[in-house]
């Protein structure tokens, strides 16, 4: 019997089963697929005789408190893969044989099984001891959704019926208070509303950008260049289409090819690019470098493309076309640590003036897949945390999820609601220079090997600005909004002076507009409101005589009238 484990993920996976158990019960045909703990719950996959409605919800969670006031114990045994897949086909539960002859392709001759009053499933656990251990667990069934079998469309398309599950009540009611704030914020809906971007079913997953959607992409990356200029990057330019033996030479091919997407020209294959870093590898070698060189600081706001499931797509946060606040460096090996120390400091102040704090993790070699020596990865994996220590930063250490070719530092930065969402990375790499032949003339006139580090601030740009978009709740902050300034004139009467009011503050570098329409004052503070633009100007008859504007900020409320000389000037400090 299973001691048990009472940590809430635990307690999650344990309710997946009860889950699982209380579905048989009302539907006894019902095809089990999996059903794990998940953050903030879990889930089970379900092939039902019928489509799940949110009125079955109340249903099954009470046949699942019934089961768990029975005080059924979670017992755990092990039996040989053959015997299990002849069970699983006898009832005919085709998912779960699918799995178990996954596993036996996989070496297992044996697997752990779990059962429950008599509910059984095949499981590797841990699980609590008894469902007497969840009677304290505030837990309740959240929805229903669609889901493919093992995440790809080739397959059955299931039903995910989703639970929430906290240790205490209090939790489960701030989560709900969390995910109200979060809806209000969904980038999607403030993406329509404020005019930034749509999606169409004409190409999905490939966002199209509108004229004010640009506004703020392009003020993001003027800042993002002017950081990057005052740091000693160059920037640079890669096709978007290159051969397949550069992904293959890369190792890329390997690791991406399932999400990339191909073509052939002059009958040679080609694939899209789904990442950066083999054209910046192929720049470097078009010249002989020597070691006065170095750092070779090379940064690209590179486009990529990667085929992800339809079902996984979500607005900007997951995307099949987006663009990469890529930069390679290029270094010695002795300036390792203080390269990436600049690139944390960089990152640093590029989040500060966001308003958004970080966590590092360092993460290391993985387990399947890695390229490269053991000699290296020991050497790189010490670099990196050497630079974490020299830099006075905490961190904690992500064993096992390094990229295929070298250790990384990741950014998980905090939104204002407290979600965390990794952004930048720092990646330090010895086996592309390997692989690419790389080299430049020492201080001895010997040809060595370079160091490269990949890293990214943003990520992918696309998710970034999705990112702040809920960050900011659609108030952006002046610098990076789209349309600054918004001028409401009263009546026909004061639309000339507005309109010199409009040529001021453009010549100023405001970014301004006029709302001329036929509406109610009312009507367009409240569109303007509802816009979130920082700041309306009022102009009547009495702002004409006065020559001045009547501010109102967005948050804020009116703040009087002022010259405009006054609001440019305050507006620039």
Known sequence: MNKGNTSIEVSRHSLAHILAAAVLKIFPGAKLGMGPAIEDGFYYD???PRTLTPEDLPHIEEKMRVLIGKELSFDKSEDSIDSLIKGQEQAKQ??????LRDLKIDGHD??????????????LGPHVASTKNLRTVAFKLDRVAGAYWKGSEKNAMLQRVYGLAFSTQKEMDAYARRRE???KRDHRRLGAELGLFTFHEEAPGFPFWHPKGMVLWNNLIDWWREEHLDAGYSEVKTPVIMARELWERSGHWNHYRDSMYFTKIDERDFAVKPM???GALLLYKEAIHSYREFPIKWAEIGQVHRHELAGTLHGLLRVRAFHQDDAHIFCLDDQIEDEVIKVIELADKMYGRLGLSYHLELSTRPDKGSIGSDKDWERAEAALKSALEKRGVSYKV????????GPKIDF??????GRTWQAGTVQLDFAMPERFNLGYIAADGERRRPVMLHRVIFGSIERFIGVLIEHYAGAFPLWLAPEQVRILPISDK??????????QLNRAGVRATIDESNETMGKKIRQGELEKIPYLLIVGEKELSAKTIAVRKYGAGDKGPQKVTDFLSHLNT
Do not use: M, Q
């Not at 992500?398 to 070719?405: E, Q, S, V």
């Not at 004061?494 to 040529?503: N, P, Q, S, T």
């Open 276 to 278: 950066n870093c083999p």
């Open 110 to 123: 044996e697997a752990s099984v779990y059962k429950t009053g008599d509910y059984t499933d095949i499981c």
């Open 94 to 99: 085709t998912y779960k044989a699918e799995l």
């Open 46 to 48: 379900f092939d039902l």
């Open 181 to 183: 704030e979060a809806e």
């Open 494 to 503: 004061v639309l000339k002076y507005a309109r010199e009011v409009l040529k």
């Open 412 to 417: 998980h930065i905090a939104d204002a609601i």
């Open 398 to 405: 992500n064993a096992g999820d390094g990229a295929f070719y």
